[in-house]
């Protein structure tokens, strides 16, 4: 490494080390004034169990982080596995001072219809786990919850990584490491918690013509949310080289691991019993086994769908549709999870599978260049998924006599995220590229971002030095 | 693909796809008809903890699936990887529709001593979590449990899905990708409720002699059950091509990737603290606890007992004997971990250990093929764990001054589950066979199945198509 | 193998099998005659839940073992792959019989301020989950936690696993296989509950200066005692062949396999959430929420400092530094965890993120050999976690305004417990070496160990044996 590479590197990191370094450094001076302690709670069986309940499923969430990390790396090239593991691997850890810092007060905090404006940094008076009218404090958004405030950050905060993560996989094998990093901090720290206190957080979409936009665990908050920054990042970036022949046709270029995807194929299945059933957030018995139930039975139908209509489709039952016909049933459930029938999981689940399908077609088509087909699961089913609570809720789906005023609300919400998300992932995508520079050049996409900006191989050959042969008398 | 071939996909992938619809579609009008709303229950904190343990321990046993795919392609080659990592991602997706529409019904659901007749789809009238008088439904037999149907459902699938993971083993590498499935979805449709339903359905062996065949958490009903499955398939399919040499010798086919198999391992080891202590189905920290050290210390001892006595054996501690040692003492102990001592698991545990190393060694003798041990794992000490019961039960056991009853008992349920499960079994496996073929050919077992059957290979050199070359200018 | 070559091996495994035998014998004699139920106790609410949390987070922290395994096998060299997953697989099961047979009284047993006395092989009188005054039996020390006998060995069980398993990844690559488990064995049995009894078994740290010396869930207790006995193990082994050039370079010898490490880095992570706040014992709510927050933050600190600081100190963000700074992050916010604010948790990670970085580079110039960072991760940021108690804990900490008296107590617990263990642990050593052998030849380990002493190759190419080609008709 030349000496005007390492002035450059200096350059770059100085950006994020004074953000990261203005972060805590607010938070310190945030928390000390405000104090952080829990408030004096109910320290009643109810609560107990409840909380028991929030934070094992929040485990479970919190393991979809190795998921996400498997499946990207192994649907994508080896020369680019140390960069993706580590963009996995820091993307949470990023998200938890983004989230501590601002994203759970603007999600949760006291404010407006548009965003939260109090308790940053934890700092907000509370005094969980009181609820109702027995709750004071300036997180009255989620004081629905009975439990401590720390197990509500501690579930939220990993709902959130987890739309961050998605981003990941669409941009992989051509993005600055240190750019995904950023704008992973701004998704968190700015945009996905707005349009979550749109929905979530006591917002304008949680109160719509008599109704409310229904997203149970997050088909839109966390995955369309995710899918569209993604899709923002597609286009600004564009594909990989090689990826689209000059001549309209499409390479593919296979993922170096299908062992790797698929045991992060299904750590992320066994993370949804975490996700939907866990945003219940209270231990009950009757709507979680139900939940994990229907999530069952999408991803199951998820599976199928999409290996059987790969087999008519493409002539072989392509592993990683089969992988990501199970997440599109696992996404495409996630909204309406609590509210529809076993059967109506089923119906959502094989459409998923056969959905995710033709989007991974489709967007090769329109050259959109997604590695793991990140927007075909995540953007795709999160927007089937939401428009399905419309259509099966047992109480308000169009299939079951409720009219369509709820798909109507669905529809609305999902276009103002999708409006919303996609401008502010434009502004952040900009703001990212001015800073750091979005995309590595053709030779360090070439030779591989391992070697290019890791300095590590992720597989190396067993090294032997010279030593070993003095040693051996050689 | 030339012409034939697809019209040959396509034939055959239609069977599959027909039996979907059929499943599907009957859910559709079972459910519609039924209403499949859970009825109202008890509320109380003691359905609370219990559901959510049942849950949790669910969630475990669902993540052994990840635990047997990565011990199955591990143990075998790399041509073969995606056809065992898809034979595994899939097989519990289809085990979802199957137990769905007849597996628990016929398991649980009210009938006769050889199966249950009503319930299917979950479309039988149920109360739960009311238990034992106050219980109304179609689902006697497991109305002691007091959790949510659609919680007894949801632990009692995970299990289902075990038993067929474990054929998968047992005829890798040579076996039809679609006969595999079809055959699963056979086994828990039909096959595994049945004898099921004859031990914890309420049938003839849960009340034989004045006392009841013991299997707490299912050595026979899930591992022999898988087992003796597998072994009509290792007989119906033959070895490997060069296995076993013309002049009796054995070659050693050693599997690609030991990392992945030990990781398997220890993730099913993980999942059994949700198989064997879940099985209270009910939070009972003294049993819980009690079945958790147990199943613990037969592990222990059979990974002691394993690599030591391979390392006598064989000259070598052997990691893949290490791992099937591990795998044995668990399963050996499941049938009896809540009723046993520690030092009765230890024995128990120990001696699984041994067994297995001599059963791998007998098998391959006798020229039956198990790539990965799973009938020296599954099958051997399922019956070992079975008879333990009547040899270490602290209230009935031999050894314990309990007499010879339950032993003999332990042994008429063996020998009736073992002459159920191999006689329906091979009429399964000729279905199979006439329906879509079970072996694949000599020259696609040759290149291997993953470039034969699957279109796509596991571990891809990284690609670079020409269009790089045009874009670095070359 | 040559005949003297089994005979040797045939010498040297009879002392471990002796060993093994004499633990179980002398297991069957003590339970027989003291007997082993667990005595009748309270059945309430509490109880179930608290053993319920006691359990589950203890499979967590069982976890860890794929996690540490995953963790050194990628960080070491292919060649010794099956040596590294054989270690990490059969040290639990050695740890569950160590800890059963002499560990579990010697630390929690009732005895003197030195060690525990009574209750060998779970052995002890025993009425849990009675607490305070209503407990009598033999392990007073732990009957504080309100839950059943079995619960409490299991958790401890699983906590004294991870001790041994820290030394592994130390003394990787030229260890003998024996040898380690020898250690391993004694260690558990024998080292580790000795000090872990001055501290959490009643013992004379748990009374010192009219404070206790605080180790809420291990940092000294666990990780630095870990790496004590690590550091002995280096410094008796030395590097490794070829790491530490004659004239004072040091070579990177790069691990083989990123993707596995990084996906143990994240079990680790994921196990943790068992191992800090399953250190309640309790299903307490508000502190379980609160010591999962602050586990986190300071894991996510640790990450990033880490990836920061080394990308200033070496140029490049590198990844094995990244997942040995969140282990160091956990390892220090482990002692401290529950008394901690988010913002103490921040700077303790963040510290413990430069100091791996720094320590790391240390030991390098030390020439002492530690191929994956433990001595970094487990012995200077446990010393440096359980220091940070003084400073940060809200109540007792210098910082605010607790006084030195907290951090002198810290201090002498940290020198006392390094006394101990470094000495203990050379007897150990040399006891090990004089039995069994430390090192394996120069040949051994330039070959590899798998080679040498497995007999099994973690990766083989796939086989073809000429069968094939008969069967192919070629």
């Not at 149970?216 to 594909?239: I, N, Q």
């Not at 090769?364 to 995540?378: E, F, N």
């Not at 591989?448 to 191989?457: A, F, I, P, Y």
């Amino acid at each position: 490494m030349n000496r005007l590479h390492v002035i450059e590197i200096g350059f770059q990191w100085r950006g994020l080390a004074l953000l990261t370094a203005v972060v805590i450094g607010t938070g310190l001076v945030m928390t000390c004034a405000v104090g952080e302690e829990p408030a004096p709670g109910l320290n009643d069986t109810q609560v107990m169990i409840d909380t028991l309940w929030v934070m094992i499923a929040g485990f479970l969430v919190f393991f979809m982080n190795a998921g996400f990390a498997l499946v990207e790396t192994g649907f994508c090239r080896g020369k680019n596995a140390v960069n993706i593991l580590s963009k996995n691997f820091i993307v949470f850890a990023i998200a938890s001072l983004s989230f501590w810092g601002t994203g759970f007060a603007l999600m949760f905090g006291n404010g407006n219809s548009l965003f939260g404006l109090t308790g940053f940094f934890l700092g907000g008076a509370d005094n969980s786990p009181l609820t109702g009218d027995a709750y004071t404090g300036v997180y009255s958004a989620i004081s629905w919850a009975g439990v401590p405030l720390a197990a509500k950050f501690f579930f939220q905060l990993v709902f959130a990584g987890t739309a961050a993560t998605i981003v990941s996989g669409a941009v992989a094998e051509r993005i600055k490491f240190q750019a995904y990093i950023l704008f992973a901090a701004l998704l968190v720290a700015l945009m996905y918690p707005l349009t979550g206190h749109w929905i979530w957080g006591g917002g304008w979409l949680s109160d719509l013509m008599d109704t409310a936009f229904l997203d149970f665990a997050g088909s839109t908050v966390v995955h369309s949310v995710g899918g569209w920054a993604a899709l923002a990042g597609v286009l600004m970036l564009g594909p990989r080289m090689g990826k689209y022949g000059p001549d309209g046709t499409t390479n593919a270029i296979p993922g170096h691991n299908m062992a790797l995807a698929t045991l992060g194929g299904l750590i992320l299945w066994l993370g949804w019993y975490g996700f939907n059933p866990g945003s219940t957030m209270a231990a009950d018995g009757a709507a979680i086994s139900h939940i994990a139930v229907t999530t069952t039975m999408a991803a199951a139908t998820g599976v199928v769908a999409a290996m059987f209509y790969a087999w008519i489709r493409l002539g072989t039952p392509d592993l990683s549709m089969t992988i990501n016909g199970c997440l599109a049933g696992l996404v495409a459930v996630t909204a309406g999870c609590n509210g529809v029938s076993i059967t109506g999981s089923v119906i959502i689940g094989l459409i998923a599978g056969v959905l995710v399908v033709e989007a991974v077609l489709t967007f090769d088509k329109l050259r959109m260049d997604d590695p793991v087909g990140a927007l075909s699961v995540h953007l795709v089913n999160g927007i089937w998924g939401t428009l399905a609570v419309g259509l099966f809720n047992t109480e308000l789906g169009l299939f079951y006599g409720g009219g369509i005023q709820q798909l109507v609300v669905q529809g609305i919400g999902i276009v103002a995220v999708a409006a919303f998300t996609v401008t502010a992932s434009f502004i952040f995508w900009n703001v990212t590229k001015a800073v750091l520079g979005l995309r590595v050049t053709a030779e360090e996409e070439y030779v591989g971002l391992d070697q290019s900006e890791m300095g590590l191989e992720a597989y190396p050959v067993d090294a032997t030095t010279p030593e070993y042969k003095i040693a051996m008398g050689g």
